[in-house]
């Protein structure tokens, strides 16, 4: 346990931030899974509902410095691909 007022402060701010970050990366994977299981399923009108909740989330993760600029992208354009795949096969 620190001594120093401002390490105490360190301590705090950092268990916040910590546990914020795993609810937006929880949240983002959440949305993807979802997605992509509604992807399996064949269901178009929910599976655009759910890919537009991902990206929203991946976007979030991309702003707040969590998922890389590029990584994001990838994702995205993964899931959009899987998307129009669906929609071309079904």
């Known amino acids: 346990m ?3 007022k401002s390490a ?4 705090k701010t950092s268990a916040k931030k910590a546990e914020n ?3 937006i990366t929880t949240r983002t994977k959440t949305a993807v899974k979802k ?3 509604e992807v399996e399923t064949g269901n178009k009108e929910t599976a655009t ?4 909740i991902a990206i929203k989330n ?9 998922m890389h ?3 994001g992208a990838r ?4 899931l959009t691909k899987m998307k129009n795949n669906m929609e071309e096969v079904k």
Not at 8 to 11: L, S, Y
């Open 49 to 52: 509902e759910k890919l537009n």
């Open 2 to 4: 620190p001594n120093i």
């Open 21 to 23: 970050n795993n609810v």
């Open 35 to 37: 997605f992509i299981k």
């Open 8 to 11: 105490k402060k360190r301590v």
């Open 75 to 78: 994702e995205k354009s993964r």
């Open 69 to 71: 600029q590029n990584k």
């Open 58 to 66: 991946i976007d979030k993760a991309v702003s707040s410095g969590l």
